[in-house]
């Protein structure tokens, strides 16, 4: 059996960070981390994308020490492509593991024979993922899967044994297909099934929301953590919501308005002053989606996301925050 990851030593059962295109981006991921997420992940970047040396797909992958233990994942159909992004990532950043993605279930990656897809070729899902070990001996590999490419197809178990069998430390496994997408429950029998079977921790991901569902999963099924991904979207607190809750018996008060609004203009800082600081303040239409995204679960945020829509700059958003706080302030009397 390989060395445990230090993350799982002891018995830990970590908390991850989702890897979410478009949004788990540096700015969110340092929200999360200083919230309790234990281990993080990248956004997805194409390997190809790496190698040509594109500003985007770097940026993409820009980490801080305080935000390790820090994964990359790549996606690809191209074991020598995959082993050679993987190196350079390995001597640009020297990330904690490279994960390895099987599981998007978007056409522009399915297009490229990459991501879900591989889960009907099995046999080079596992090339791929053996190349990448064997170019990057000094870090751990993960790889993240959905449990099939239809409800006819579940390959998650035959998947999980091919990954352990070429040197994958550790699997992610979401509990729904391709097809699926993101509709219908995850299903946690499946995820189980794979835990049971390995030697690998496999970390269960797909509908956990709230600590009463953590609590459950980890007594009741043989996962060795969870991965958050939606539900982490516009309540980066659900972290420490879990923790504190499982620790204390009690859960702490949510945020206030005010601390929800400076999380996002902190947000915002985070990325002008990081790896978007070519970006102008005085534009902010790039950023609109994310704002959008942090805001999901605000009072009112259904009126206030067209709002946001119109927004074209930092001076603009805080006038709309300080409208929106004292409509929150006058309702709530």
Same mark, same amino acid.
């Given at each position: 059996?390989?060395e445990?990851l230090?993350w ?7 908390l991850?960070l989702?890897?979410?295109? *478009? ?10 981390? &200083? ?6 992940v ?6 190809d +994308? ?9 940026r993409?992958? /820009?980490? $801080? &020490?305080?935000q390790? #233990? ?5 996606f690809g159909?191209s #074991?020598? $492509? ?15 593991f490279?994960?390895?993605? @099987?599981?998007?279930?978007?056409? *522009?990656?399915? /297009?490229q024979?990459? +991501?879900?897809s ?6 080079r899902?596992?090339?791929v993922?053996?190349a ?9 590999? $993960?790889?993240?899967? !959905?449990?099939?490419?239809?409800d ?6 035959e ?6 069998g070429? +040197?994958?430390r550790?699997?992610?496994?979401h ?6 997408? @993101?509709s219908?429950?995850a299903?946690w029998e499946?995820i189980d ?10 970390i +269960?991901?797909g509908?956990?929301s709230?600590?009463?569902f953590v ?6 099924s043989?996962?060795?953590g ?10 980066p607190?659900?972290?420490?919501e ?8 009690q ?7 005010? &601390? *929800?609004?400076?999380t996002?203009?902190?947000f915002?800082d985070?990325?002008l002053q990081?790896? @978007?600081?070519?970006k ?18 605000m ?5 206030l996301?067209p709002?946001?829509? !119109? ?8 006038a709309? %925050?300080?409208e929106h706080? %004292? ?7």
């Amino acid at each position: 059996m390989p060395e445990t990851l230090p993350w799982f030593a002891g018995g830990a059962f970590p908390l991850y960070l989702a890897p979410m295109a *478009r949004y788990t981006d540096f700015g969110f991921r340092q929200l999360c981390k &200083e919230q309790g997420a234990d281990v993080m992940v990248t956004e997805f970047v194409q390997a190809d +994308g790496l190698l040509r040396g594109g500003p985007q797909a770097w940026r993409a992958v /820009d980490f $801080t &020490e305080e935000q390790r #233990p820090m994964g990359v994942q790549i996606f690809g159909s191209s #074991p020598e $492509t995959m082993a050679e992004a993987a190196q350079k990532i390995r001597d640009r950043h020297r990330p904690d593991f490279i994960d390895l993605n @099987y599981g998007c279930p978007a056409h *522009r990656v399915i /297009d490229q024979n990459a +991501g879900s897809s591989l889960l009907r070729n099995l046999d080079r899902l596992g090339a791929v993922a053996e190349a990448v070990v064997k170019a990057v001996p000094e870090l751990p590999v $993960t790889a993240k899967i !959905r449990i099939g490419w239809d409800d006819k197809s579940i390959v998650a178990l035959e998947v999980g044994r091919i990954l352990q069998g070429v +040197g994958i430390r550790a699997l992610a496994v979401h509990g729904r297909t391709k097809e699926q997408g @993101y509709s219908g429950l995850a299903d946690w029998e499946v995820i189980d099934a794979v835990a049971r079977a390995l030697d690998i921790p496999v970390i +269960g991901n797909g509908d956990v929301s709230d600590w009463k569902f953590v609590d459950r999963v980890r007594r009741e099924s043989a996962v060795s953590g969870l991965m958050i991904g939606r539900a982490a979207l516009g309540y980066p607190w659900i972290f420490k919501e879990i923790k504190e809750t499982l620790a204390t018996g009690q859960a702490p008060a949510p945020p206030t308005i005010d &601390e *929800r609004w400076a999380t996002v203009f902190r947000f915002l800082d985070l990325l002008l002053q990081g790896p @978007y600081k070519d970006k102008p303040a005085d534009d902010i239409g790039w950023m609109r989606a994310k704002v959008k995204a942090l805001t999901k679960e605000m009072a009112g945020s259904r009126q206030l996301r067209p709002k946001i829509d !119109r927004v074209n700059s930092l001076d603009e958003l805080h006038a709309l %925050a300080a409208e929106h706080k %004292a409509e929150y302030a006058q309702a709530v009397g």
